[in-house]
C-alpha cells in the first residue's frame, strides 16, 4: 500500500485548510487511517484517526471542535479539514494506516503504511 499525502501550504492563524491522502495497492484490509504530526523540535503525534468499516473517529483533545476526519471507502481516500488554526499546529502532517488490529491505535508503531508527509506551516 502507497499513501500519498497533499494540501499543506502556508497560511494564516485562524485559517483554514484541507489535507488528503490517497492509499493506493492492496487497501481491501485496511482497518483504520489516521493523522499524525511532528512539530519543529518534537516527537511526532497523533492527531485524528477513522476506522475504515463504520467511520468511527477519534481526535486528541488539541484538535477537537478545530478538525475533522472523513473518508471515502470507494475512493480510497481520507481527509482532514482543519479549522481555525493556530500557529502550534504548525508540522508535517502525516497519514498512516493500519491493517492489524480493530479500533484506532495512537501510536505509530501500530501503523503499517506511511505517506511522505505534507508541511502546513500557520502564521501568526
Known amino acids: 500500500v502507497q499513501l500519498q499525502a497533499s494540501g499543506g501550504r502556508l497560511v494564516q492563524a485562524g485559517g483554514s485548510l484541507k489535507l488528503s491522502c490517497a492509499a493506493i495497492?492492496?487497501?481491501?484490509?485496511?482497518?483504520?487511517m489516521s493523522w499524525f504530526r511532528r512539530a519543529p523540535g518534537k516527537e511526532r503525534e497523533f492527531v485524528t484517526g477513522i476506522a475504515w468499516s463504520g467511520g468511527g473517529t477519534y481526535y486528541v483533545d488539541f484538535v477537537k471542535g478545530r478538525f475533522t476526519i472523513s473518508r471515502d471507502n470507494i475512493k480510497n481516500t481520507v481527509a482532514l479539514q482543519m479549522n481555525s488554526l493556530k500557529p502550534e499546529d504548525t508540522a508535517v502532517y502525516y497519514c498512516?494506516?493500519?491493517?492489524?488490529?480493530?479500533?484506532?491505535?495512537?501510536?505509530?508503531?501500530?501503523?503499517?503504511?506511511w505517506g511522505q508527509g505534507t508541511k502546513v506551516t500557520v502564521s501568526s
Open positions: 498512516a494506516s493500519q491493517n492489524r488490529v480493530w479500533g484506532i491505535p495512537t501510536r505509530a508503531n501500530d501503523y503499517d503504511y
Open positions: 495497492g492492496r487497501t481491501f484490509s485496511t482497518r483504520a
